[in-house]
């Protein structure tokens, strides 16, 4: 069993204080996250620290760290302050549908940015935190990597 702490557009959220992963068909990718009273199947792909699990149709990034890599990513982010500039990246291939913002835009954390269609799916990019937009590198129409750089945030 792994113990699972959520991550949502890179920035880490309340742990997920009690749910834990059991393998069903590893080789598949195959799993079920469970909380001692709800049960739900999930697909698990990647390898080492940098995981995705698809939950109910909806892909979602998970960073796994031993008990020193957290420690070490906590005193990184407390030293940085958050206030640099962030670029936002594609957490999966696909194609942008929609861009929400233009440079010079403010923007709050949570503001949707960017839509992507990915397997018929539409998975909206929410900013990470508040700035100033500073260059979006995407407009819609254009085929996207994951990883790939969609704007900055200054």
């Known amino acids: 069993m792994t113990e699972i702490e959520p991550r949502v557009g890179g920035q880490a959220r309340l742990p997920a204080t009690g749910w834990t992963l059991a393998w069903s068909d590893r080789s598949r990718g195959l799993a079920r996250i469970s909380d001692g009273r709800l049960s739900v199947p999930v697909l698990v792909e990647g390898a080492g620290s940098e995981w995705v699990i698809t939950l109910h149709g909806r892909r979602i990034p998970v960073t796994v760290r031993t008990w020193r890599e957290q420690v070490l990513a906590d005193a990184e982010r ?33 503001d949707p940015l960017v839509t992507i269609e990915a397997m018929k799916m539409q998975n909206e990019v929410r900013a990470p935190r508040g700035g100033r937009v500073a260059c979006v590198s995407v407009r819609p129409g254009t085929p996207v990597a994951a990883g790939a750089l969609i704007l900055r945030i200054a």
Not at 81 to 109: I, N, Q
């Open 78 to 110: 407390s030293a940085s302050g958050g206030g640099g500039p962030v670029e936002v990246r594609a957490t999966l291939p696909g194609m942008v549908l929609a861009v929400a913002v233009t440079d010079g835009d403010e923007v709050g954390e949570g």
